[in-house]
């Protein structure tokens, strides 16, 4: 379980979002829309232990989200920016590096199952050794949401969501019992989640 209360944050832009609360439950979903994508960013970086709060508390699974504790929290998420971090990388290439990670050796050797993992969620084999860079930013998104599905990570955190099929799937990812945080510049996506934080209200 993650919970906001009365969260402030100083973005870089010199805005700051504040009052931000949530509770977000095994099982439940979170959607952040609203203001623009860098201030979208910056309650995920919050999220993530990456930028720390000015006001309130952060929680996870009870405990208050420190720097030392964020470390901690990182090992149990699954995190889809949105973009990915090396986008001369392929989807391969990304699990690989995941899996180079000790906290992922149970998983090495059945690394081949992700292949079929990719090609049932609709990604062609080609496109799974393509750079990030030159397919389609929704087949990437689902490429990282299926390699957090099969990490089994308690938390997953999707930066701008953008279309119905994304957030259908994060709401499948919820009913495994999954925290799931998302942000998008649509709110018409709201339906797909169990919250809402309407950054336009928290400035």
């Known amino acids: 379980m993650i919970e906001l209360k009365n969260v402030d944050i100083h973005c870089d832009d010199g805005t700051d979002i504040r009052q931000a609360s ?3 439950a095994n099982g439940r979903s979170l959607l952040v829309y609203g203001r623009d994508a860098a201030t979208r960013h910056c309650l995920a970086e919050a999220l993530l232990g990456l930028r720390p709060v000015a006001g309130g508390y952060l929680t996870y699974d009870g405990e208050v989200l420190t720097p030392a504790a964020s470390r901690y929290m990182r090992r149990q998420i699954g995190y889809v920016p949105a973009l990915p971090p090396q986008p001369q990388y392929s989807l391969r290439q990304m699990a690989d590096s995941l899996l180079r990670l000790d906290i992922h050796r149970e998983y090495r050797k059945d690394s081949n199952q992700l292949i079929d993992i990719w090609m049932a969620a609709g990604i062609s084999e080609q496109h799974i050794d393509a750079p990030c860079e030159t397919i389609a930013a929704t087949e990437v998104t689902t490429g990282m949401l299926c390699l957090a599905h099969w990490l089994h990570k308690q938390v997953v955190i999707a930066e701008e969501v953008a279309d119905e099929a994304t957030a259908e799937r994060l709401r499948e990812m919820a009913a495994e019992d999954s925290v799931v945080i998302a942000t998008t510049a649509d709110s018409a996506l ?11 209200e928290l400035q």
């Open 190 to 200: 709201a339906d797909y989640f169990d919250n809402h934080i309407n950054l336009e």
């Open 22 to 24: 949530a509770v977000v």
